[in-house]
């Protein structure tokens, strides 16, 4: 018998302020609460001037604790006022609550938007959910200690990218998703609305943009991508949406600034009109693998194309700026265009990068011509154009690119990939990417966007601030892993855009985040990001905060909300199948298992395939049980390809995983396939399940195996195939 003893433990919080904001406001004075009597909020207070948007939004929240009043609330003496201080900064406000009365002050209806925020966070978290039936608690009153707060947003621009071309977003998730920007004071939504795998704005001009190129699937101009399968997948934003979705971002204070991905990345419109790319054969590809998605820069006809599509969306999107993306370009393509080295000799070029500053001139006057000031990554700087230092330059580099821009003097936005991109993975365990950093929330918390620079008085006012981006390959799949992505880790960002630098502490922020704002998040609708458990090797479990429980499970699946919670010892005589995850009501983490209680074999195997190997990724890797080399095939596969492993001695053992795509960015793995197996009594193959939507197979083999074999059932995803060591326990 062997026992696994479970020790829960948890630290304990620290000494709690009256209010877990979050963001943090720039200041908090409180008043003596042994001499100063709280201010009562119930359904008698009356609400004096606002904007009248301002005045509904708070009524309507407030209703989720008391008693709806209809369109206006009872007379009674104690009020909520608005006035209006022309000092205060656009989005600054202050907030004074004393016994009779809360006053809000600001200049500006997005301060008085901001002040109603700060007043939200001072009442229970439910002010955030929607009354649900006649079981939905309300409050008789509510007490608010008495405070004094002055505010104002340390950078006017504190942004969330969404790409919604990979995976498509309906308009109602986009409105939540304002919602809960609005929630953290969070100003601009930049809308990646195109790109290779999806064109999501409807162009009137030219339909096909959305009828051809806003799908992907087998038969659709747009192959699959990202797992999202055979079937027909996509989808578009009708101008009426748009102009709802706009309208409803402006009531929060936000700002939409479109982006079209031009002019690489532009597959999906490439498929829609194929005369817009260049007229050749050679396979250029782009960085993300893809042929014949860079427009061509020769063809007059393509910049009147733009303007049409510009000129539309301009009437649709009032903000200043729009992001026209140059960037990752694939240059190489106009090398083999006859109509771009007719440009170049017109032009005295020598280099097809040079096409790249040509096309951004272009676009900054097609722009200009609409009233709108060009935006675009950090791409256009290098360009070699001869651009308006009015454009503004979104950085996903690191601080020595941001440095390069705002020397060159052009106003900056940081994304910096080692520490604003959401598609990361919080911990090596997780889902995501790995290609640029692992960020976990301390690490976004602990980054300045001005860290590192070297900056004149007059260059401070060129950082204009920072966004979190959200790329959305991997989001397809398991529900809800936007949020998952996004929270709390936005509720990062927002407080680096907001609180100043001096004030910001990570245990506070995570002390805040736990007490009361993972409560605010779960009424909000948010199905954030629960850490795992911490276990060790001698099995103890601590539970990452204090009001989360761990569950657990003796059989190897993913704890749920009905099994055990940790309380104390548990034994069991298999250790190595124990599971244990955090839950936080119905959210919970990933599963976890005791380090070091499951062994690996890497018994002696040959492999043969039927697919030709990437030199740089050979078959031999498939033999060598090394978890970061794999093979990768040539070409992509066709139905009847197979990977065939034979063991040189019959194979006892617990469980075969089959695990295909690479195990970095876990892209290109096998979606139409299966898996068999020879056991060593056997002389054929005995047919398992296919592929699931992770690109793996799992068994747990009943008698010694001879030997395990992939086949392929049909064309898969991408240009290629990863193919994984097996993982036998």
Request: aromatic share 12%; net charge negative.
């Amino acid at each position: 018998m062997v026992t696994a003893l479970l020790c829960l433990s948890s630290a304990i919080a620290s000494a709690q302020a009256p209010f877990d904001f979050v963001p943090m406001p720039a200041s908090v004075q409180y008043a003596d609460a042994s001499v100063s009597a709280p201010f009562i909020l119930d359904k008698n207070v009356r609400i004096e001037g606002g904007e009248a948007f301002n005045v509904q939004y708070l009524k309507d929240h407030l209703a989720r604790l008391f008693d709806p009043m209809g369109d206006s609330w009872a007379i009674g003496g104690r009020t909520i006022s608005f006035v209006r201080v022309k000092s205060f900064p656009q989005e600054g406000y202050s907030l004074e609550v004393t016994p009779d009365r809360i006053l809000i002050s600001a200049s500006t209806r997005t301060g008085e938007f901001y002040a109603v925020q700060t007043l939200l966070q001072m009442l229970p978290p439910q002010v955030y959910k929607r009354a649900e039936g006649p079981d939905a608690q309300l409050l008789r009153q509510w007490k608010i200690p008495c405070v004094q707060i002055v505010d104002a947003p340390r950078f006017p621009w504190r942004g969330s990218m969404l790409d919604v071309s990979r995976s498509f977003f309906s308009k109602e998730y986009i409105l939540r998703h304002l919602d809960w920007l609005a929630y953290h004071k969070i100003n601009k939504f930049h809308w990646h609305l195109t790109d290779d795998n999806g064109w999501r704005v409807e162009i009137k001009k030219y339909p096909k943009l959305t009828a051809v190129g806003a799908w992907r699937g087998r038969g659709e101009a747009l192959e699959p991508a990202f797992n999202s399968g055979e079937e027909r997948y996509g989808g578009f934003y009708t101008q009426n949406d748009i102009r709802e979705i706009v309208a409803y971002a402006a009531d929060r204070g936000i700002e939409i600034i479109p982006e079209v991905d031009l002019p690489g990345h532009s597959k999906a419109l490439a498929v829609s009109y194929p005369e817009v790319v260049c007229r050749h054969d050679a396979d250029v590809l782009s960085v993300q693998g893809e042929l014949h998605n860079v427009l061509c820069v020769g063809r007059e006809k393509n910049y009147a194309m733009l303007d049409d599509i510009i000129k539309e969306m301009a009437a649709l999107f009032p903000s200043k700026y729009f992001h026209v993306g140059v960037e990752e370009v694939a240059t190489d393509s106009w090398k083999h265009c006859a109509e771009c080295q007719k440009l170049m000799k017109k032009l005295g070029y020598t280099d097809e990068k040079q096409l790249l500053g040509y096309f951004t001139e272009r676009m900054e006057k097609i722009l200009a011509k609409h009233g709108k000031t060009m935006e675009g990554w950090e791409d256009i700087v290098t360009s070699g154009g001869d651009l308006s230092r009015n454009d503004l330059v979104l950085v996903w580099h690191r601080q020595n690119v941001l440095q390069q821009a705002i020397d060159a003097g052009f106003p900056v936005v940081t994304q910096n990939c080692d520490y604003l991109y959401l598609d990361m993975k919080y911990t090596p365990a997780e889902r995501g990417h790995t290609w640029a950093s692992i960020i976990d929330v301390e690490k976004i918390y602990s980054f300045d966007p001005l860290q590192g620079l070297k900056l004149t008085p007059e260059q401070e006012p060129l950082v204009r601030g920072l966004q979190g981006g959200l790329w959305t390959e991997m989001m397809f799949y398991p529900p809800h892993f936007p949020e998952y992505q996004m929270f709390p880790r936005l509720c990062a960002v927002a407080e680096i855009g907001w609180t100043p630098q001096a004030q910001r502490n990570y245990r506070d922020f995570d002390n805040r985040l736990s007490r009361t704002h993972f409560e605010r998040m779960r009424n909000m609708g948010i199905r954030f990001r629960i850490p795992a458990p911490q276990v060790d090797a001698q099995g103890n479990v601590r539970s990452p905060y204090p009001n989360m429980v761990v569950r657990y499970t003796y059989d190897g699946t993913a704890p749920t909300v009905s099994s055990p919670v940790v309380t104390g010892p548990v034994v069991t005589d298999h250790p190595e199948k124990l599971r244990f995850a955090t839950f936080y009501g119905d959210l919970s983490s990933i599963a976890v298992e005791v380090p070091a209680a499951r062994t690996y074999r890497k018994p002696a195997v040959r492999v043969e395939t039927s697919l030709e190997a990437n030199p740089h990724y050979p078959v031999a890797s498939l033999s060598q049980y090394e978890p970061r080399r794999y093979m990768r095939t040539a070409r992509p596969p066709k139905q009847g390809d197979y990977v065939l492993y034979t063991f040189e001695e019959p194979l006892t053992c617990q469980r075969i995983t089959v695990q295909t795509a690479d195990p970095v960015n876990q892209f290109y793995g096998v979606t139409q396939g299966h898996v068999e197996v020879q056991y060593a009594d056997a002389d054929g193959f005995e047919r398992l399940s296919a592929f699931d939507m992770y690109n793996r197979v799992a068994f747990e083999p009943a008698r010694p195996v001879k030997a395990v074999k992939i086949v392929i059932d049909g064309p898969c995803e991408g240009k290629a195939v990863s193919i994984q060591s097996l993982i036998i326990e």
